[in-house]
């Protein structure tokens, strides 16, 4: 049978579009799958949250005699008609230089906390829980009380604090570090083996796992410390946190002594811990609250003349600390501190430095509370559960400092913002590198760095003396310190 010419082309087409059906269906059956997405999980760090339970001192007596589970309550009642008159009163009185968080700040962070981390798999909070000149304040409004009441103040005070911030985060580990205020005998003095130490130790590991709470109560008791497992899904990971306090140049014993042997003692149980980390093949965060090596504004501020002899003003007594985090550079994935209040990076590089060194990476969190001028904001972190690695970060910053019709948003993205695939050790060696080579801040990295070192606040003056502070972030030791301001760039 003769097929009509239309006929035979549409058989043609329709055999040409099966057969080339056929061969896309397998060549998409053969292509490879696209990798998958790295996975990662969120965490929270917060830092010198700096709460001010004197915020209304008309409320002061009645959270004096009640629980702390009843301060939301008492504080959260219509203010007394003379807030502010009384409050600035106590400013003036304990020459406080600018305002702490109120109970509506804190607040107003928690609910930004609730609803932006709340996929968080664990938080960390680096120190200095309660406000400046706490000591003053509460003795101004307590003129008869006795060292006991004034304790169970400051108790009081951090389980509020803590507390709150578990509410926020139901279900999720909250790994706090006490800082300098964070004491119940004046700011920069503690006592080791006190009273205090053991009633906070039980409040901060409360929610730890069974098996390692009564461990971490121990070292706790003795002098603020404790190590404990990362939850899952991070894998294979420690953190270990140090109330670095007892290695600062001001720190004194509630008497007024000073006690090297305190710090001494941290630092055998930290490198104890690493070392048997280092065996274990286990990743460990650190964290404490004040930062090794040289405080830059502290420096700047005096007028040190380092390049004349003068040495730079350091942060803690000795070299000790920074030393150790820096030598176990092939264990720890980070090390967290806080203190200035600002948002900050370091990396330590072991002094004598080998083709294995790397160097340890540092974040210093910046804080909620606004004393300084600065915005208030926290810090929402990606982490390698593998590796325990920081992969990324967003500060979250507020739009005011009242906690009164607050937005809190991104302020930037690490990754984004500096172009990075992860916060390592090798990725911050870069960024400093090319902040130390750039000693007019010209470039975008510089630029943005300052810019969000504080937002709308300091950058003129980190600018200012921004060779100091870039020498500042990888020079741990006052003579290294010196040795690069005084070789730097346009010296």
């Known amino acids: 049978m003769t097929r009509h010419p239309k006929t035979l082309a549409a058989a043609f087409l329709a055999c040409f579009l099966a057969c080339f059906l056929a061969v896309a269906a397998c060549a998409q059956t053969a292509k490879p799958a696209a990798p998958a997405a790295k996975e990662t999980v969120s965490a929270l760090m917060v830092s010198d949250i700096h709460f001010e339970p004197f915020w209304d001192p008309g409320k002061a007596h009645k959270l004096a005699a009640a629980p702390a589970s009843e301060w939301k309550s008492i504080l959260a009642a219509a203010p007394s008609p003379d807030r502010e008159q009384q409050f600035a009163a106590l400013h003036k009185s304990c020459h406080t230089r600018g305002?702490?968080?109120?109970?509506?700040?804190?607040?107003?962070?928690?609910?930004?906390?609730?609803?932006?981390?709340?996929?968080?798999?664990?938080?960390?909070?680096?120190?200095?829980?309660?406000?400046?000149?706490?000591?003053?304040?509460?003795?101004?409004?307590?003129?008869n009380s006795s060292s006991a009441d004034y304790r169970a103040f400051v108790k009081k005070t951090l389980k509020f604090v803590i507390d709150e911030l578990s509410v926020a985060l139901p279900g999720v580990p909250v790994y706090v570090a006490l800082g300098n205020n964070d004491s119940d005998c004046g700011d920069y003095q503690l006592d080791t083996h006190s009273e205090f130490l053991?009633?906070?130790?039980?409040?901060?590991?409360?929610?730890?796992?069974?098996?390692?709470?009564?461990?971490?109560q121990a070292t706790f008791a003795v002098s603020g410390d404790y190590s404990v497992t990362l939850p899952a899904p991070v894998q294979h990971a420690r953190l270990l946190a140090l109330n670095d306090l007892?290695?600062?140049?001001?720190?004194?014993?509630c008497a007024g002594a000073a006690d090297p042997a305190a710090a001494d003692a941290q630092i055998v149980w930290l490198r104890g811990q690493l070392t048997a980390?280092?065996?274990?093949?286990?990743?460990?965060?650190?964290?404490?609250?004040?930062p090794p090596g040289v405080d830059p504004f502290s420096t700047a501020k005096k007028l040190d003349n380092v390049c004349g002899g003068q040495g730079p003003e350091m942060f803690l007594s000795n070299d000790k600390l920074a030393a150790v985090l820096a030598d176990f550079d092939d264990v720890i994935q980070l090390a967290i501190f806080a203190h200035t209040h600002m948002d900050e990076l370091r990396?330590?590089?072991?002094?004598?430095?080998?083709?294995?060194?790397?160097?340890?990476?540092?974040?210093?969190?910046?804080?909620?509370?606004?004393?300084?001028?600065?915005?208030?904001?926290?810090?929402?972190?990606?982490?390698?559960?593998a590796t325990a690695a920081l992969l990324d970060y967003r500060v979250i910053a507020a739009s005011n400092s009242t906690g009164i019709d607050t937005a809190w948003k991104e302020e930037y993205d690490f990754a984004r913002g500096f172009h990075r695939s992860a916060f390592t050790a090798s990725s911050v060696s870069e960024l400093v590198t090319g902040f130390t080579a750039d000693p007019s801040a010209k470039t975008q990295a510089s630029q943005d760095y300052i810019n969000h070192f504080s937002v709308g606040y300091l950058s003129p003056?980190?600018?200012?003396?921004?060779?100091q502070y870039a020498c500042a972030l990888s020079n741990y030791t006052a003579g290294s310190y010196r040795a690069c301001v005084c070789t730097a760039p346009g010296k």
């Open 461 to 467: 003056v980190l600018t200012a003396f921004w060779p």
């Open 198 to 216: 053991s009633v906070t130790g039980k409040e901060v590991t409360k929610f730890f796992p069974a098996a390692e709470q009564a461990g971490a």
């Open 347 to 385: 990396i330590l590089r072991p002094e004598n430095n080998t083709a294995r060194s790397k160097g340890t990476a540092v974040k210093l969190v910046s804080s909620i509370s606004p004393i300084n001028g600065n915005s208030p904001s926290f810090t929402l972190a990606r982490v390698d559960p």
């Open 277 to 290: 980390a280092r065996a274990n093949k286990e990743k460990i965060w650190v964290m404490a609250h004040i």
């Open 246 to 253: 007892f290695m600062s140049k001001h720190y004194a014993t």
């Open 99 to 143: 305002d702490d968080s109120s109970f509506a700040l804190y607040e107003s962070s928690l609910k930004a906390i609730h609803a932006q981390a709340a996929d968080a798999k664990f938080a960390t909070v680096s120190g200095d829980l309660v406000s400046h000149s706490f000591s003053c304040k509460y003795q101004a409004l307590f003129s």
